[in-house]
């Protein structure tokens, strides 16, 4: 099979950066054909000493009109395809799939007027794209990103949210996004404390976004770990929210990682 009929490509790594012992990010070069919508996720191959390839699922960081790729990583203990990844450098090689996948995108929503993205640990990611595109700016009158983590220092991006409301594509737009990071196993100055199902239970997170979860004005997107996307849904369920499908738009759109 030649190159350009097989389906990926080969990216070369442009920087690898370390945040916490189990966190980094990467970044890549961009084939010019790979085509995505903020929000979705590609799959990414590293290639074992052994010559085998290991794919593994990852959402884009990066915004469609980045010319690069960026993504951020667990690393899981003994994980076939983190241990690989994480041990790249730059100049390496990853392979990206030719198409992009995945329905976590504000096309799952006809209307609203509240956009909630709910993330736990790297599930934030995807949040990010969808934050640096300009269709969500114009499409909502507010915005809250919602980001849990169980320690402080596992909360990544900090500069690129808090420039988000600075960049002048957005100058129109400021004030509408709220970040509310949350983390579980600390107290944090700045951060509610609590998992996301606790918060919304007791009220607090929609106390503290000074907006109310109702199927006429909120649409919610969810992100991570399986258990809080379950736990979720089932809560918001309760509260006439629906997972939004092709044949049948509703309020909740949802992107489980494993
Ligand atoms: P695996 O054998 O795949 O996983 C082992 C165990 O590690 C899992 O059972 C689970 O308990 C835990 N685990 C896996 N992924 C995570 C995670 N992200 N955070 C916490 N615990 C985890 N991972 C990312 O780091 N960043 C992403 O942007 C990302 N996007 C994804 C998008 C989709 C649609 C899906 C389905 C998964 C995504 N993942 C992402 C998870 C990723 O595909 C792999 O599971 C992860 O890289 C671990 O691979 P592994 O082979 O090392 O371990």
Not at 59 to 74: A, K, N, T
Not at 144 to 167: D, F, K
Request: charged fraction near 25%; glycine fraction near 6%.
């Amino acid at each position: 099979m030649t190159a350009s009929a097989e389906k990926f490509t080969h990216q070369t790594l442009l920087n690898v950066t370390p945040l916490t012992p189990s966190l980094f990010t990467l970044r890549t070069t961009r084939d010019s054909g790979f085509r995505f919508r903020a929000g979705q996720f590609a799959r990414l191959g590293v290639t074992k000493a052994d010559g085998t390839v290991v794919w593994r699922a990852y959402s884009m960081v990066s915004s469609p009109h980045d010319e690069f790729l960026e993504f951020f990583s667990i690393v899981v203990p003994g994980g076939e395809f983190t241990s690989e990844l994480s041990r790249l450098r730059e100049g390496d090689t990853l392979l990206v799939d030719r198409q992009a996948f995945g329905y976590l995108t504000l096309d799952r929503f006809v209307d609203g007027r509240d956009l909630w993205m709910l993330s736990t640990g790297t599930g934030v990611a995807p949040f990010l794209s969808i934050l640096q595109d300009f269709e969500v700016w114009e499409k909502f009158e507010r915005i809250v990103l919602v980001y849990s983590v169980r320690e402080t220092r596992e909360l990544a991006y900090q500069q690129l949210i808090a420039e988000l409301n600075e960049r002048d594509y957005l100058a129109d737009y400021a004030g509408k996004l709220l970040f509310l990071p949350t983390v579980t196993r600390e107290q944090h100055p700045g951060a509610l404390s609590g998992r996301i199902t606790q918060l919304i239970e007791s009220g607090e997170l929609e106390q503290a976004a000074g907006l109310t979860l109702t199927p006429e004005h909120s649409r919610v997107m969810l992100c991570g770990n399986p258990q809080m996307i379950d736990d979720t849904r089932n809560m918001l369920k309760l509260r006439d929210l629906q997972l939004s499908l092709s044949r049948r738009p509703g309020q909740v759109a949802v992107e489980t990682y494993w």
